[in-house]
């Protein structure tokens, strides 16, 4: 079973930045899409962006286009989203899964702790 790690959460001031990470062990990260998902207090975990397994192609959800920048290093594992332009409905519990293909939108593995972004206006 992978596990998987996120980290570099925060609280930030909006219009600040930061940069996720999400380390995933075992040796099938590169055959597989990865995805970030955030959740909200009160709210369902939603979709928020997602990058093929060759890092290729990438896909983010309506309103974190243009702020958000998902990357990978299959090398060493890991997927990170880079936020800019940060504001306070981007605060939530950030996750990351394996996506079967980018444009899946499912999760194949058990969710790990994920990491809190806290953004005050």
């Known amino acids: 079973q992978v596990q998987l790690v996120e980290s570099g959460g925060g609280l930030v001031q909006a219009g600040g930045s930061l940069r996720l990470s999400c380390a995933a062990s075992?040796?099938?990260?590169?055959?597989?899409?990865m995805g970030w998902f955030r959740q909200a207090p009160g709210k369902e975990r939603e979709f928020v962006a997602a990058?093929?397994?060759?890092?290729?192609?990438?896909l983010y959800t309506d309103s974190v286009k243009g702020r958000f920048t998902i990357s990978r290093d299959n090398a060493k594992n890991i997927v990170y989203l880079q936020m800019n332009s940060l504001k306070p409905e981007d605060t939530a519990v950030y996750y990351c899964?394996?996506?079967?293909?980018?444009?899946?939108?499912?999760?194949?593995?058990?969710w790990g702790q994920g990491t809190q972004v806290t953004v005050s206006s």
């Open positions: 990058i093929s397994r060759n890092g290729g192609t990438t």
């Open positions: 075992g040796r099938t990260f590169s055959n597989y899409a």
């Open positions: 899964n394996a996506q079967t293909t980018v444009y899946s939108r499912n999760s194949l593995y058990n």
